[in-house]
């Protein structure tokens, strides 16, 4: 990666880049309304998930994922699967750059209450801003996103800049993607920018 590029990933930790909004999770369970109480983990179900995540975000969870040695055949292949089954992968373009918001079971559900297996440091930030809104969520629609925490959180920590930096060295024509869709697009440019190196 660019010298630039390193010194910007080095100067902000992924924890450090979500800092806002895990602090606001971390009230939100000292007062009773986190989801520890939660009856089904539904935001992360097709009926509800639509997450998409920046550049940024997604080398946070890879990075993360092959740090601890779990990016192997194994995940590319649940990622692919994700992506078939919910026709990620067929974008619909509906103008002005935008393209159909498609929903899917996150590939990092584990099909319980709380069930994200990422770590709060690495999970995207629109899943962090996504909150239950009362103390027992029994069914699905008594949660929401703190927009207003999240647009801080994105401002503060230069985002935008380093997304730049990192759709120029990987040569990616998004801002968003759907999470299987977007680790498995930068694995695949580093594989390409590592072969064109040898
Ligand atoms: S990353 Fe975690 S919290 Fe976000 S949709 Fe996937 S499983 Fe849910
Ligand atoms: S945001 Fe709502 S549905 Fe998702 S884990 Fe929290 S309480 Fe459950």
Redesign the pocket.
């Known amino acids: 990666m660019t010298e630039e590029l390193i010194s910007l990933l080095k100067d902000h930790s992924p924890r450090q880049k979500r800092a806002l909004l895990i602090e606001k999770m971390d009230q939100l369970e000292q007062t009773g309304f986190g989801c520890e109480k939660c009856q089904g983990?539904w935001?992360?179900t097709f009926e509800y998930?639509s997450?998409r995540v920046s550049p940024l975000e997604a080398i946070d969870i890879y990075l993360a994922l092959v740090e601890e040695n779990k990016w192997n055949d194994e995940l590319i292949h649940h990622l692919q699967h994700t992506q078939t089954k919910y026709r990620l992968d067929k974008e619909i373009f509906l103008g002005r750059g935008n393209t159909l918001r498609r929903t899917y079971t996150?590939?990092?559900?584990?099909e319980k209450a709380q069930?994200?297996?990422?770590s709060r440091a690495h999970?995207?930030y629109?899943?962090l801003a996504f909150n239950a809104q009362k103390s027992e969520v029994t069914d699905a629609g008594f949660c929401g996103s703190d927009q207003v925490l999240l647009e801080k959180q994105v401002v503060a920590n230069q985002d935008d800049q380093i997304n730049q930096l990192l759709k120029t060295y990987l040569t990616l024509d998004w801002d968003k993607k759907d999470?299987p869709s977007a680790l498995l697009e930068i694995n695949n440019q580093l594989i390409n920018l590592s072969n064109s190196i040898d």
């Open positions: 983990g935001c992360c998930n997450m996150c590939p990092f559900f584990t069930g994200c297996s990422l999970k995207p629109g899943c999470i």
